[in-house]
């Protein structure tokens, strides 16, 4: 277990929908980060944050957004859902900036139909 | 360019054999972290291992070790006496530039252990 929680693990939707996804970060841990795994595109980095504030962006849709809440825990919103979206979502964290290992949740798979 | 490379999509090992999985990278950043992940079949990623690029010793974790190897820019992750639960896929990652801490990963390579 490495103490990353996501919710829901599983998630099937209609294409034009909206759905949130959220994220526990391990204890302690102020970065959190969001990587979308898709079969055509592998593993792509989207966001992260750090202690509340975005810190780095990367192939994020402009159709999603993320926060970080005063609790440390992330959100992940996914608007005008389309079929190509559907993918494997996971949340990782980590202790510091850095030099440090980032531990990964089980991951949401979404589901668009 | 590619900055992570695995060339092996798939590889079939003997169970209780040594196996090497390997990786290549690219950077011009002095300062970069290299990773390896193990996605069994279920889909989580679990992190194995780590390794500095200023560190001096080659990363070791139990039955994984990291072959590093800087001027050549490899970092091959070793398994040894491998066993059922290695069948998974793995994953080589590399962070760079800790003002940027996002991780590159590769395309992964599908390990099978053969009872």
């Known amino acids: 277990d490495s103490g990353v929680t996501q919710t829901p693990k599983h998630l099937i939707t209609a294409t034009g929908q909206r759905v949130t996804l959220r994220c526990s970060p391990r204890s302690g841990d102020l970065s959190v980060y969001w990587y979308q795994q898709s079969l055509d595109q592998g593993l792509q980095f989207l966001i992260q944050?750090?202690?509340?504030?975005?810190?780095a962006k990367g192939n994020i849709l402009e159709r999603f957004s993320a926060q970080q809440f005063p609790d440390l825990h992330s959100e992940l919103n996914l608007s005008s859902l389309e079929l190509g979206d559907s993918a494997l979502y996971f949340c990782a964290s980590s202790a510091i900036t850095g030099n440090t290992e980032a531990f990964f949740g089980q991951g949401t798979r979404l589901t668009v139909v | 360019a590619q900055k992570i490379t695995q060339t092996q999509p798939g590889m079939f090992v003997q169970e209780k054999e040594a196996v090497t999985l390997d990786c290549t990278y690219d950077?011009?950043?002095?300062?970069?972290?290299l990773f390896w992940y193990k996605q069994p079949s279920s889909g989580e990623m679990i992190f194995l291992i780590y390794?500095?690029?200023?560190?001096?010793q080659n990363a070791t974790e139990g039955r994984y070790s990291l072959n590093f190897q800087k001027a050549r820019k490899s970092a091959n992750l070793v398994i040894s006496a491998s066993q059922l639960g290695d069948s998974a896929m793995y994953f080589c990652a590399m962070r760079e530039n800790f003002g940027n801490e996002k991780l590159t990963f590769g395309t992964g390579t599908r390990l099978t252990i053969i009872p």
């Open positions: 950077t011009s950043d002095p300062s970069y972290g």
């Open positions: 390794q500095g690029s200023y560190d001096q």
């Open positions: 944050y750090y202690n509340g504030e975005e810190r």
